[in-house]
């Protein structure tokens, strides 16, 4: 295996850590906004976990691969329509936030709160980070933008991930050439941009109940 082989196959390596890490003693999770190919899926082989979409397509496509082990179809700004307070130990929303507005989503992240027992964990990216919809899903569009200071004032601890907030742009890829020097570095800094939030394109945020 060559190099480029090697960064591609374990680009997201410390995210999939990260998330383990956060995950620790948890045996029961809600992945929101699950999509079709939960970024999470690696973490929730061993662990109940149950996933919730609105894109009905996706939903299949997620129960076809039996990602999860329960799924429902339904609008992710009623949660507590769906589910009662502390029926999972943790509630994940990955790559989610950004695709509501300001308002719905402090709603949203109050419901994940009360659902969860142990913790909340998100994942949105830093600033405002322009997409359109793809695959005919017009609900990948963004709608906001956010920052660590958003969060922190809601007491989540912050952390960052994927490297430098200015070295990726739509759908978080990197944005300059040649992919190989520049898929190096950000493989190599993002151990370091962990700790520095303010400066990485992922905010992971962490909140524990």
């Known amino acids: ?60 496509i997620s129960k076809k691969n039996k990602l999860h082990n329960k799924y429902k179809v339904g609008d992710i700004t009623k949660l507590d329509v769906y589910y009662k307070p502390k029926s999972f130990d943790a509630v994940v929303a990955m790559d989610v936030i950004e695709h509501l507005t300001k308002k719905q989503a402090f709603l949203f992240m109050s419901s994940m709160e009360r659902i969860a027992k142990k913790k909340v964990i998100i994942l949105t990216p830093n600033g405002f980070c322009k997409q359109g919809h793809y695959d005919n899903n017009p609900y990948q569009d963004h709608h906001s933008g956010w920052s660590a200071k958003d969060f922190e004032k809601r007491g989540y601890i912050v952390h960052g991930l994927r490297s430098f907030h200015w070295l990726r742009g739509e759908f978080a890829t990197i944005k300059y050439k040649p992919w190989f020097f520049w898929g190096l570095i950000a493989f190599i800094t993002e151990p370091i941009l962990y700790f520095f939030p303010t400066k990485s394109f992922d905010l992971f945020a962490v909140k524990t109940i």
């Open 1 to 60: 295996m060559n190099i480029i082989q090697l960064i591609h196959e374990n680009k997201d390596m410390f995210f999939h850590t990260a998330v383990r890490v956060q995950l620790s003693g948890c045996t029961s999770i809600l992945d929101v906004g699950c999509g079709q190919n939960s970024s999470i899926r690696s973490e929730i082989k061993s662990i109940y976990s149950e996933g919730i979409e609105i894109d009905r397509k996706s939903v299949t």
